[in-house]
Nanobody, 123 residues
């Protein structure tokens, strides 16, 4: 089993940038696809993006395409979510999760989750 811990959240102005990290331990990280989800206040958790175990393929939700980018460093067991041109509607708790499937937008595709990191975008 892989354990995941997110970090890098915080308060940022509209139009700003943040980079979230997802540190993994346990099971071999290089065999795992890493997805990012977010849960805005009083809303359902939604898919943001996913990166394949090899790092050579990604998939993104339309709402973040062109603004967000996922990368990974398998040697360091870390995945990243680079968020640019942040908008008020990006305010949410962000989670990373592990999956054996790629692509995968459904929450049911993921078997391990971090506890989340809060991102707040203000005007």
């Amino acid at each position: 089993q892989v354990q995941l811990v997110e970090s890098g959240g915080g308060l940022v102005d509209t139009g700003g940038s943040l980079r979230l990290s997802c540190a993994a331990s346990g099971r071999s990280f290089s065999n795992v696809a890493v997805g990012w989800f977010r849960q805005p206040p009083e809303k359902e958790r939604e898919f943001v993006g996913i990166i394949k175990w090899s790092g050579d393929s990604t998939d993104y939700a339309d709402s973040v395409k062109g603004r967000f980018a996922i990368s990974r460093d398998n040697a360091k067991n870390i995945a990243y979510l680079q968020m640019n041109n942040l908008k008020l509607e990006d305010t949410a708790t962000y989670y990373c999760a592990a999956s054996n499937q790629f692509p995968g937008r459904a929450r049911q595709s993921y078997y391990a989750w971090g506890k989340g990191t809060q991102v707040t975008v203000s005007s």
